[in-house]
């Protein structure tokens, strides 16, 4: 059972999705009893075992496919001969309980300056991976950047470097403009979860400018939250660093952003009609 944990844990930190089946309940005959486990990825690879034969190649197929839409399902599997679909003679039925885990979502803060530290902490907070990089390395120590992940990299080399997917949320605050477009660049058409940039409206406006007439779209920068974060009017590194998480929630949870107190009186004065 240790070993079947370890595994978990060490498939979620490489960023695997994993489904894990359980039994959890039998009757009659079968060949494993509740509580025994399996562990199958998208790839149909395997760890562990729920009784082998038919019954098991059904499960890793329905596993798959629970991976795939993204959901976790209960299945029941028939044991007894002469019923439909029934996958084996041993006499009984088994339900397993098919639990998909995703790595936590992720947030990739490129720059490790004033501003990075307190989005570390907020959005570590907020419950989500960090990884701060950054290619000065006395700026990456665990005084200032506590409890999260740091990787000293080369911004040329970061395409090449760091994997990004569907879970990654990235914050472009670099030390400068020149290197903001650098990391940009190499981001731009990778299937991240949000991709942003810090700075100021003619900043933003400059910086677009120069990526149209580089060949890029409408389409790709329409792709960019920039200015990065909500419009609170924050002004310290703190406050931009929540205006920049809320806005990595409003994208993951989805929202409107505006204060609940009020959508209540929005709603209250349309119910009043």
């Given at each position: 059972?240790e070993?079947?944990?370890?595994?978990?844990?060490?498939?979620?930190?490489?960023?695997?999705?994993?489904?894990?089946?359980?039994?959890?309940?039998?009757?009659?005959?079968?060949?494993?009893?509740?509580?025994?486990?399996?562990?199958?990825w998208?790839?149909g690879?395997?760890?562990?075992t729920?009784?082998?034969?038919?019954?098991?190649?059904?499960?890793?197929?329905?596993?798959?496919?629970?991976?795939?839409?993204?959901?976790?399902?209960?299945?029941?599997?028939?044991?007894?001969?002469?019923?439909?679909?029934?996958?084996?003679?041993?006499?009984?039925?088994?339900?397993?309980?098919?639990?998909v885990?995703?790595?936590?979502?992720?947030?990739?803060?490129?720059?490790?300056?004033?501003?990075?530290?307190?989005i570390?902490?907020?959005?570590?907070?907020?419950?989500?991976?960090?990884?701060?990089?950054?290619?000065?390395?006395?700026?990456?120590?665990a005084?200032?950047?506590?409890?999260?992940?740091?990787?000293?990299?080369?911004?040329?080399?970061?395409?090449?470097?760091?994997?990004?997917?569907?879970?990654?949320?990235?914050?472009?605050?670099?030390?400068?403009?020149?290197?903001?477009e650098?990391?940009?660049?190499q981001?731009?058409?990778q299937?991240?979860?949000?991709?942003?940039?810090?700075?100021?409206?003619?900043?933003?406006?400059?910086l677009?400018?120069?990526m149209?007439?580089?060949?890029?779209?409408?389409?790709?920068?329409?792709?960019?939250?920039?200015?990065?974060?909500?419009?609170?009017?924050?002004?310290?590194p703190?406050?931009?660093?929540?205006?920049?998480?809320?806005?990595?929630?409003?994208?993951?949870?989805?929202?409107?952003?505006?204060?609940?107190?009020?959508?209540?009186?929005?709603?209250?004065?349309?119910?009043?009609?």
């Amino acid at each position: 059972m240790e070993e079947l944990y370890t595994t978990i844990a060490q498939a979620l930190q490489a960023g695997e999705r994993i489904a894990v089946a359980t039994i959890v309940h039998v009757e009659g005959s079968t060949p494993r009893s509740t509580g025994a486990q399996m562990l199958v990825w998208d790839t149909g690879r395997t760890f562990g075992t729920i009784g082998g034969g038919t019954m098991e190649a059904h499960v890793v197929r329905d596993a798959r496919q629970a991976l795939a839409d993204g959901r976790s399902c209960l299945q029941e599997y028939s044991l007894v001969a002469g019923e439909d679909a029934a996958l084996g003679v041993c006499g009984g039925r088994t339900q397993v309980f098919i639990h998909v885990l995703q790595p936590p979502e992720r947030v990739l803060v490129i720059g490790a300056g004033h501003v990075a530290q307190p989005i570390a902490q907020v959005a570590a907070l907020a419950g989500f991976g960090v990884l701060v990089v950054d290619d000065r390395p006395e700026l990456l120590s665990a005084e200032r950047f506590p409890n999260v992940e740091t990787r000293v990299i080369s911004f040329p080399e970061l395409r090449t470097t760091l994997p990004v997917d569907s879970h990654t949320h990235v914050v472009i605050v670099t030390r400068s403009h020149e290197h903001d477009e650098e990391v940009l660049v190499q981001l731009i058409d990778q299937p991240v979860a949000y991709l942003g940039v810090i700075g100021s409206r003619t900043k933003v406006r400059r910086l677009f400018q120069r990526m149209r007439e580089a060949g890029y779209t409408e389409e790709q920068l329409a792709r960019v939250h920039a200015p990065i974060g909500l419009d609170i009017g924050a002004e310290t590194p703190a406050e931009i660093a929540v205006s920049i998480v809320a806005e990595l929630i409003l994208n993951r949870h989805g929202g409107c952003g505006l204060p609940l107190s009020q959508l209540i009186r929005q709603a209250a004065k349309e119910e009043g009609r």
